[in-house]
């Protein structure tokens, strides 16, 4: 059972099972198909990339590796939680894969010569 506040969500708009765990709209955890059909669980993914306790888990079967992701997110829903606010509060707009507020002013624009198209990465 997730603790309150965590939910599964598809990616995106893509139809398929939920496999993305959010808690606060930021994805902290990611079910993973691998191309020879087993599971993957990566943990900790509202962290940076270069963060030591970022990690990926083989599952046994798409249901072992739900469960186990579900247990971690009980476990330390304290801590993954206060992170989270930590991310979310250094982020110029939230929630996550939502267009930013028009008050988000991006460097670089066409104009500028800088190629970039002025919207989010």
Known sequence: MLPTGFEWK????????????RCAG???ARMCARVDGAWLAALNQHLD???PSRSCRPCSSW???RQGVE???SRYAGRIRSEVDQVNAARPWQPFL????ASVK??????SGGGSTGSPP
């Open 10 to 21: 598809q990616l995106g708009r893509a139809e398929g099972p939920f496999v993305s765990l």
């Open 26 to 28: 930021t994805e902290v």
């Open 49 to 51: 990339w270069s963060a």
């Open 63 to 65: 249901d072992a590796g």
């Open 71 to 73: 247990l971690w997110a």
């Open 98 to 101: 939502h267009r930013p507020p």
């Open 106 to 111: 991006f460097e670089g624009g066409p104009s």
